[in-house]
């Protein structure tokens, strides 16, 4: 069982950037995929980006190329994700994710086997 616990969330203004963190409560942290979802108000829930077990394949939504990097530490058994150039669309609760595979259809469909409780990101105009 992987517990996820993800923080950084907060208020900032359009233009502004923001560190979220996850931290993962298995030891083994470093088998699994890692990835970032969101959803923002009255939205589904969307794909945003994913990290390999060795950081050596990344995806990312078309929404956040570009303005959004995924990250791990396998040391520390933590994922994070650096937002910049934030909109106000990018107005979401943000949930981390593990999952011991990259399929596409797991990972774009949601269906991946971990989550954390999110963390809420507000992004002012």
């Known amino acids: ?5 993800e923080s950084g969330g907060g208020l900032v203004q359009a233009g502004g950037s923001l560190r ?3 931290a993962a409560s298995e030891r083994t942290f470093s088998p699994y995929a890692m990835g970032w979802f969101r959803q923002a108000p ?9 990290i390999n077990r060795s950081g ?14 995924i990250s791990r530490d396998n040391a520390k058994n933590t ?5 910049n150039s934030l909109k106000p669309e ?3 609760a943000y949930y981390c994710a593990a999952d011991p595979t990259t399929y596409d259809n797991k990972w774009y469909r949601g269906s991946v086997d ?10 002012s105009s």
């Open 42 to 50: 009255g939205k589904e829930r969307e794909f945003a980006a994913r």
């Open 79 to 83: 994922v994070y994700l650096q937002m």
């Open 1 to 5: 069982q992987v517990q996820l616990v």
């Open 20 to 22: 979220l963190s996850c």
């Open 90 to 92: 990018d107005t979401a």
């Open 56 to 69: 050596g394949t990344i995806v990312y939504a078309d929404s956040v190329k570009g303005r959004f990097t």
């Open 114 to 123: 971990y989550w954390g409780k999110g963390t809420l990101v507000t992004v």
